[in-house]
């Protein structure tokens, strides 16, 4: 399932796992993903809501923390993997 809001196109997967519903929001541009759950009998739109706001938060932390994160030698904005691998 997908939504458009005009910050780019964000993808859910809903999964229920037990008496919970769990829904993984990946934006479709940067593949950032982030996880929320609720009740499986509560609404699915709040959940999706719910999981594009922490999305936009993930995405704006990161943005703010980018310069401050880089090991010497790193581009801004790279992730390492453990073992140094990219």
């Known amino acids: 399932m997908t939504a458009g809001n005009g910050d780019g196109e964000v993808l859910f997967e809903f999964?229920?796992?037990?008496?919970?519903?769990?829904?993984?929001?990946?934006?479709?541009?940067?593949?950032?993903?982030?996880?929320?759950a609720g009740p499986a009998t509560g609404s699915q739109?709040?959940?999706?809501?719910?999981?594009?706001?922490?999305?936009?938060?993930?995405?704006?932390?990161g943005g703010q923390n980018k310069e401050a994160k880089a090991?010497?030698?790193?581009?801004?904005?790279t992730k390492t993997r453990p073992g140094g691998l990219y």
């Open 45 to 61: 739109e709040l959940l999706k809501r719910t999981a594009i706001n922490k999305l936009r938060f993930v995405q704006n932390k």
């Open 15 to 36: 999964q229920r796992v037990g008496s919970y519903l769990r829904v993984t929001a990946i934006d479709a541009q940067t593949g950032v993903e982030v996880t929320v």
């Open 71 to 77: 090991a010497p030698g790193q581009k801004p904005g």
